[in-house]
């Protein structure tokens, strides 16, 4: 009795509980709304400078003239015709494979050498001097990129080292910049140099953070350094490896245009050309054709997010790691 | 005057998981209530609940009188100790100290006094001028203790104050809690998650698990008057023996528990509280404390499996044809031989043994329907 | 003692170790001098007779040491005025990167910040997803921006990734009881923020500033496209006027040529040493915390 009486008090007592409920609500928005207002300048500029672009994409879809309003009464929606225009495009095919090209082969190469470079570092027996090689390896990731095809032309240039020395010992001067068959050598080779050190700095850090009893472990096992890279190194980084791997096909065909841009000459068109230089040079340069341009570039960030996504599944299927 | 009161006290997380179901709790003023149960039994919740870190999702809250629930923590005049003490590295300990005081825009004298007078009853008046980096771990928590100590809360709230201390300074730093209560004399508010903590620290201690109150009361009434399976295996070092498939017999107006088929005559008091609430014969799981066991005598038997040397007493794990067995056997009353691989008979006194039915797991004679109906669980009580 | 230490020893490194270590060793060694060497050329080049360069002398070592290349850097003026226009834009862009960064990654990695989902989702599109070159040219454009240093200074003041990155430090190193013991001690969410969650951040901070300013100082492709007027040029736009531009367009023979390339070559090695010794200098120091952001940045990965 005493306890239900006690029970039908606390009831009442809670009778206003609706007002409450409000005022919790805006002592909830009171007490963070700080944080609305920290965050508010970095949504600003992610709207203006990505996402008022991507409303852009809508030219992709129109008769563009430079000056016209995106959305206005007089737009001329063409539907896909800038597309078709694009696969049509004598030089459609010549792109795709270019770009491609360079990507397949930039991933075979620069993608494991962080790695196997990673693990060298890790199982090297002097930690200082491990220390020291990092530091030079991360070293050229800080140089510009025009300083780095600066540095390019100053080696295989016509009158760079390479030739130089040609010269010297009587060979014929020759330049590089202008062979169509050199260039993706150099673009690759010269990306790698420049930052394999830098991609190997993630895996460096997932492997500091693997148990050192577990080599000990192993060592007792009676396993021998190299099988210790295998079987304890290897494992502890695969996470990591197949985020990068994800990461990397998602960007298998988004090369940039800022060094294509600065590496292409008359010579090495034929192979320099990729769909993004070839989207700069269409849509801002000579007569700017901006709706066939941002069709194609459009064209180009599908391609990225379905090979993202592609990855992403197949990794889900195959392993429990993936971006999302 | 600081008494907080809960009534009903609800966590829900994300409308899904109850982490708190409905928790009613009177503290006293100056009381030094525990709450303890195992890990993510909703002890912390709670206190974070008083704390305003967490919101309440139902039910009422108020200190000294006062609803707070949806009050600022920083009005809610109350202190807290956290485990892993969250001093702030970057000051030093007379500004750790000083913070709260700061903020609450005290005169430069007043905090000064205030930190040099709390800093000398903690004994840490040579630190002032250090960083938190620079100090062991017992001077760390006697810094967090200070910097909850120098707002005179109405309220002491601490959370596991002592787990992250090795076992030594556990004890030590337990002990300065004891002697600086008895200087602040206000309200606390402890969780833990050891029981011996509880039994030594606590005026009340509130026992929870997966978000429900089992027991309130005192240390001896949770040690002596379990109301159910879960607070007597919780609380006690040693856990207490659990004989399950026993029975209680009622036989000509007298109550013998059966163990493994040996039967005993309940004490006098257990005669009188079950004649009080009519008990029957019925199927029960008898709970024997390794204490309370003795060697030597008796008409149960089991067979040696481990014995350890303590010192003052020897600790003793058995089987029987069923059970595993504990005692805690005093060194100086041992006759028998307790080596290992022996079978030894034993037996202990009838009016200790505890009786749960078999059916709820709860105390036969302590447990109180109408307080567990409130949700706020405490012991039967009996006036003869 | 020191017997059975050596025994240990000899019992760890079995020969197939070493030869392990060796070859490991070795390879390693190749691998620095491969990123070692371009870098040392550059600096031996630059400091050498051209002559002796152009006919292949240099490879090893400088020949007839020479500061020419140096004193007529000197006299280009537009070099220095990129270089005065790269050092504002990149103190520009790292105070006002810091400022939008810090405070919204702080922001996101609360747990209570309202609609904290649909922040992170905001944020996350862009990083898949973008409008392209020219949508952004004309948003540039019609934002007024063409042709001012606001057109290298703004897009640039926010990098997703630096965001995601800040937010990651601000979840694993700022204690959440720190954070509440500091709302009982009654400060605000402002407090807060900047009494106790910046003075932890040192290391942030630092990290973002140097991402910040080594993207600023090294770019090229934003000046190249929205500025016209050569006095807002930036040094990495001079440099590829000097290092680049001359590459693509090779005509004629003879002495004449030569000799132009002579000239031209020093100026780039020499240019080349100018614009990167700030970075090259800070290096040594910040690659620490360099290192430290892409862990920061990997914990969640």
Not at chain 1, 49 to 57: E, K, S
Not at chain 1, 296 to 322: D, H, R
Request: glycine share 6%.
């Amino acid at each position: 009795m005493e306890a239900n009486a006690k029970r039908l008090s606390l009831k009442k007592e809670r009778a206003p509980k609706k007002k409450m409920t409000k005022e919790k609500r805006v002592r909830y928005f009171k007490d963070n709304s700080p944080y609305l207002l920290m965050v508010l300048p970095a949504v600003l500029v992610v709207f203006l400078f990505n996402y008022l672009p991507i409303y852009g994409v809508l030219i992709a879809f129109q008769d563009f003239m430079p000056g016209d309003k995106i959305l206005s009464d007089s737009t001329i929606w063409v539907g896909f015709q800038n597309f078709e225009r694009f696969f049509s495009d004598p030089q459609f095919w010549p792109l795709m494979k270019n770009t491609f090209l360079i990507c397949i082969i930039g991933f075979v190469i620069g993608f494991p050498l962080p790695i196997i470079v990673s693990l060298m570092l890790n199982a090297m027996k002097g930690k200082k001097t491990a220390k020291v090689l990092q530091t030079i390896f991360n070293g050229p990731h800080f140089i510009s990129l025009v300083v780095l095809v600066g540095m390019l032309t100053l080696f295989f240039g016509r009158y760079g080292l390479v030739n130089n020395i040609a010269a010297h010992f009587g060979g014929e001067r020759y330049s590089y910049f202008l062979e169509s068959s050199a260039f993706r050598p150099m673009y690759i080779l010269s990306s790698n140099w420049q930052d394999f050190g830098w991609s190997a700095i993630i895996y460096i850090a997932a492997l500091s953070n693997v148990d050192p009893q577990q080599h000990e472990a192993a060592i007792l096992d009676g396993a021998t350094r190299f099988q210790r890279v295998m079987h304890v190194d290897l494992p502890a980084i695969m996470p990591m490896v197949s985020v990068m791997l994800i990461m990397s096909i998602g960007g298998l065909m988004g090369v940039g245009y800022e060094k294509a841009l600065l590496m292409q000459t008359d010579g090495n068109l034929a192979v320099s050309e990729l769909i993004s230089t070839y989207v700069y040079k269409r849509g801002l340069t000579g007569v700017p054709d901006q709706a066939y341009a941002t069709a194609i570039g459009l064209f180009n960030s599908i391609i990225n997010v379905v090979l993202l996504i592609i990855a992403n599944t197949t990794s889900k299927k195959f392993s429990e790691n993936s971006l999302w | 005057m600081s008494e907080v009161v809960m009534k009903g006290l609800k966590k829900v997380y994300d409308n899904k998981v109850t982490a708190v179901h409905d928790v009613n709790l009177e503290i006293k003023d100056k009381e030094f209530i525990v709450l303890v149960g195992p890990s993510g039994c909703g002890k912390s919740t709670t206190l974070r609940m008083v704390a305003g870190l967490e919101e309440i999702s139902d039910g009422e809250l108020y200190i000294d009188g006062k609803l707070v629930n949806d009050v600022a923590p920083k009005d809610r005049d109350i202190a807290m100790v956290f485990q892993n003490y969250a001093l702030y590295p970057h000051k030093t300990v007379y500004d750790n100290l000083a913070f709260a005081l700061k903020l609450r825009k005290e005169s430069k004298e007043v905090i000064d006094k205030k930190v040099r007078e709390v800093a000398e009853i903690l004994d840490i008046t040579q630190y002032l001028k250090r960083k938190p980096k620079a100090l062991s771990g017992g001077q760390r928590q006697r810094v967090a203790i200070g910097r909850a100590m120098v707002r005179d809360p109405k309220v002491f709230l601490m959370d596991e104050p002592l787990s992250n201390l090795d076992a030594k300074l556990r004890n030590q730093m337990r002990a300065e809690i004891i002697k600086l209560r008895s200087r602040i004399n206000t309200t606390f508010m402890y969780v833990t998650h050891d029981q011996t903590e509880a039994m030594t620290l606590g005026d009340r201690i509130v026992i929870m698990k997966d978000g429900y109150v089992n027991q309130i009361g005192t240390p001896q009434e949770v040690f002596n008057k379990p109301v159910n399976l879960f607070v007597a295996g919780f609380i006690g070092m040693p856990v207490m023996n659990f004989f399950d498939n026993c029975k209680l017999l009622l036989e000509d107006g007298k109550y013998y528990a059966e163990i493994r088929g040996v039967k005993f005559l309940l004490g006098d008091f257990q005669q009188k509280a079950l004649k009080q609430i009519n008990a029957k014969s019925c199927d029960i799981v008898a709970g024997i404390r390794p204490q309370h066991v003795t060697v030597g005598e008796g008409e149960l038997s089991a067979k040696i499996e481990v014995s350890e040397m303590m010192g003052s007493e020897y600790n003793i794990h058995a089987r029987t044809d069923k059970d595993e067995v504990v005692m805690l056997i005093p060194t100086v009353d041992l006759t028998t031989d307790v080596s290992m691989g022996k079978t030894i008979n034993f037996t202990t006194r009838p009016h200790l043994i505890q009786l749960f039915d078999r059916e709820t797991g709860n105390n036969i004679i302590w447990y109180d329907a109408e307080s567990a109906a409130n949700n706020a669980p405490v012991c039967k009580r009996y006036d003869f | 003692m020191e017997k059975q230490q050596v025994k240990r020893m000899a019992l760890r490194d079995t020969t197939g170790d070493k030869i392990f270590y060796t070859i490991n060793a070795i390879f390693l060694g190749i691998l620095a001098l491969i990123v070692l060497y371009p870098l040392y050329f550059i600096v031996i080049a630059a400091i050498s007779d051209p002559d002796a360069v152009l006919a292949g002398d240099v490879v090893l070592y400088p020949v007839r040491i020479t500061m020419e290349g140096f004193s007529k850097i000197i006299e280009r003026k537009d070099v220095w005025l990129g270089y005065r226009n790269t050092i504002f834009y990149t103190a520009l862009t790292v105070i006002l990167s810091i400022l939008v960064t810090v405070p919204a990654g702080w922001a996101l990695s609360r747990k209570t910040l309202p609609g904290k989902k649909a922040f992170m989702i905001y944020f996350i599109i862009p990083m898949f997803f973008g409008g392209g070159l020219i949508p952004f040219y004309n948003v540039m454009s019609s934002l007024g921006l063409v042709n001012t240093i606001w057109a290298i200074v703004l897009p640039a003041i926010l990098s997703v990734w630096n965001l995601f990155m800040t937010k990651t430090f601000f979840e694993s190193s700022i204690p959440d009881t720190l954070i509440e013991a500091a709302t009982i001690d009654g400060a605000g969410s402002f407090r807060i923020f900047g009494e106790v969650v910046l003075p932890l951040s040192k290391a942030i901070i630092a990290v973002m500033a140097l991402y910040y300013a080594v993207g600023q100082w090294n770019s090229y492709f934003n000046a190249m496209i929205f500025l016209q007027n050569e006095n807002l040029y930036p040094l990495q736009l001079v440099l590829k006027e000097i290092l680049i531009a001359s590459e693509s367009t090779v005509g004629g023979s003879g002495e004449t040529i030569l000799q132009q390339y002579r000239l031209a070559n020093q100026l780039k090695y020499v240019s080349v040493i100018v614009s990167s010794v700030p970075v090259l200098l800070l290096y040594p120091f910040v690659q620490k915390y360099f290192a430290q952001g892409v862990m920061i940045g990997s914990l969640k990965g």
